[in-house]
């Protein structure tokens, strides 16, 4: 059973930093893409950043020169460190990946976390 736990969402003031943490667990084969997702109230649940199993990555405008996502593939976790934080950075944040199980290697499926809240004030 694949499950993805998300870590490291709190509090913190503008300009802060914090620091998200997703680990995989399961009978996992292979990892593909990994990414961050968040969504605040009222809004849809929109991409951060993302990063290729060979460690390309893509990030969201708003996001950009601020955030860095990472992932270590022995550990099977992705990170995101999250620089000058703004109020608008406040969501719930995600995390989704691409996983392969033993049982069925050739089709991997998207996972997803129940969420980390992160809150930013002003």
């Known amino acids: 059973q694949v499950r993805l736990v998300e870590s490291g969402g709190g509090l913190v003031q503008a300009g802060g930093s914090l620091r998200l943490s997703c680990e995989v667990s399961?009978?996992?084969?292979?990892?593909?893409?990994m990414a961050w997702y968040r969504q605040a109230p009222g809004k849809q649940r929109d991409l951060v950043a993302a990063?290729?199993?060979?460690?390309?990555?893509n990030y969201a405008d708003s996001v950009k020169g601020r955030f860095t996502i990472s992932r270590d593939n022995a550990e099977n976790t992705v990170y995101l460190q999250m620089n000058s934080l703004k109020p608008e950075d406040t969501a719930v944040y995600y995390c989704?990946?691409?996983?392969?199980?033993?049982?069925?290697?050739?089709?991997?499926?998207?996972?997803w976390g129940q969420g980390t809240q992160v809150t930013v004030s002003s």
């Open positions: 399961g009978s996992i084969f292979r990892i593909n893409a």
């Open positions: 989704n990946a691409g996983v392969a199980e033993y049982k069925s290697p050739a089709y991997p499926r998207d996972y």
């Open positions: 990063i290729t199993r060979g460690g390309t990555t």
